[in-house]
């Protein structure tokens, strides 16, 4: 069974914080890993990974995956209370032709000013 | 241009009943899928409709079902509800496949008393 596990749960940091957010996976088919913020409801795409060793970069968020050890992580530098958030990391795996997203369990980030 | 538009928002319902879920695409986008979200599971995959067809399915009992319309619409049904199936509801879409272009919908929060 395809798995996501993703750690810690939940984290609890103060503004300026630098975290890193893990994710590890075991799938067959892999395609490719994605992350997502989700505030409210509606999740929020991040990156997409699908090479090892190369970072994606946006603004203070960066997130690297390494193919070999089956996991990836994500670094919020200077973090703002406006990171506060859960962030879900989903891996891409092919079935049946199609694809679907497995999801892990979601850290929940908290930023205290 | 629109978001993904989940209705209704909220909903409770009664054990025994059932219920239908609408979601409507990004103009455009041709691949819905669904998601359950609740606190002890996270997001698991429900189905994916592509073209009116189902091309993908999670491991769900026979209770959920979903289809397609010709305008990319679609709809998930839940029969005979159970306490368990009290969760947020979210649909995605897009354009061709499950990638970095899906964008989530708010979700529909259904209760089940």
């Known amino acids: 069974e395809d798995k996501v596990v993703q750690s810690p749960l939940s984290l609890v940091v103060h503004e300026g914080d630098t975290v890193t957010l893990n994710c590890s996976y075991e799938?067959?088919?892999?395609?490719?890993l994605l992350w997502y913020k989700q505030e409210k409801k509606a999740p929020t795409f991040l990156f997409m990974l699908?090479?090892?060793?190369i970072e994606k970069k946006s603004g203070r968020l960066s997130s690297i995956l390494d193919k070999k050890e089956l996991f990836s992580i994500l670094n919020i530098t200077a973090t703002q209370t406006g990171d506060s958030a859960v962030y879900l990391c989903?891996?891409?795996?092919?079935?049946?032709?199609?694809?679907?997203?497995?999801f892990g369990k979601g850290t929940k980030l908290t930023v205290n000013p | 241009k629109a978001g993904v538009t989940q209705t209704p928002r909220y909903l409770i319902k009664t054990r025994g009943q059932q219920v239908t879920l609408s979601c409507s695409p990004i103009?455009?986008?041709?691949?819905v899928s669904w998601y359950q979200q609740t606190p002890g599971q996270g997001l698991q995959f429900l189905f994916e409709?592509?073209?009116?067809?189902?091309?993908n399915k999670g491991n769900f009992p026979g209770r959920f079902s979903g289809r397609q319309f010709s305008n990319s619409r679609s709809e998930m049904n839940v029969s005979t509800l159970e306490l368990g199936d009290s969760a947020l509801y979210l649909c995605?879409?897009?354009?061709?496949?499950?990638?970095?272009?899906?964008?989530f919908g708010q979700g529909t929060r259904l209760t089940v008393v």
């Open positions: 409709y592509f073209s009116e067809t189902q091309r």
């Open positions: 699908t090479s090892s060793g």
């Open positions: 799938v067959t088919n892999f395609r490719s």
């Open positions: 995605a879409s897009s354009f061709l496949r499950i990638d970095t272009e899906a964008f």
């Open positions: 103009s455009g986008h041709r691949s």
């Open positions: 989903a891996v891409e795996v092919s079935q049946g032709g199609s694809e679907k997203l497995v």
